[in-house]
């Protein structure tokens, strides 16, 4: 085995990591990975994820944008979309540009910047994007999103999926990885429910966002690759 798939837990330990001719999945499960993931399953041309929400709001008077912003789960006054994955498979999202600011995927996506190849995994997507690696001969990070700089149930559990169909063609890295895969193995059957019990989940319910924790815990819906080509993502 040549490669190597390591885990990040967090955007504020992704300093530790060197990222240089890697590939980065980062993934965001509770929403914004699983959302980028839909909208181009839904056929957007491009998702332009940006980190400061002065900058989305730029895009607002531009000509051909649709533009969404999310803080604390909540969509921000005069952004036409929120974070909620049933709003990108409509019409509208067909061709279209998105720009989206989110509180922690977009953070983890622009802090990836230095890697080789950036790409948007989900639940969603799991299979097309483990797929697409192994065609890749390349050495893997999996940025995990989290929240506010915390470690998340939600994101590990997805790390520790993609490790699952990866374990073949790459070497475990330090113990992360290890702890991720561990974790799934010992909750895969029971998905659903383990997510709908995480910190987020609850957060969600609250402002009550509840079909959405389902959706996005899904495997394999979708088998789009979402890759950033520049500032966007194809
Ligand atoms: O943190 C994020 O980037 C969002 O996905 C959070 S939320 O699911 O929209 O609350």
Redesign the pocket.
Known sequence: MSNSIDVCLSPKLIDLYDLEGKIVVVV?I???TSVMTTALAHGAKEIIPVEKLEVAKEYLTKEGYLCAA?RG?EQIAGFPLD?SPFNYMKDNIKGASIVIT?????VAIEKSAVADQILVGSFLNLTSVAEYIKTQNKDVVVHC?GWKGKTNMEDTLYAGALIERLQSTHALGCDTPHMALKYWEAVKNDLQQTVADSA?AKR?NKLNITKDIRFCTQIDEYDVVPKMEGTSLV
């Open positions: 965001d509770l929403r914004a999310e789960g974070n989110t509180t922690n995927g977009t999103a987020h969600l």
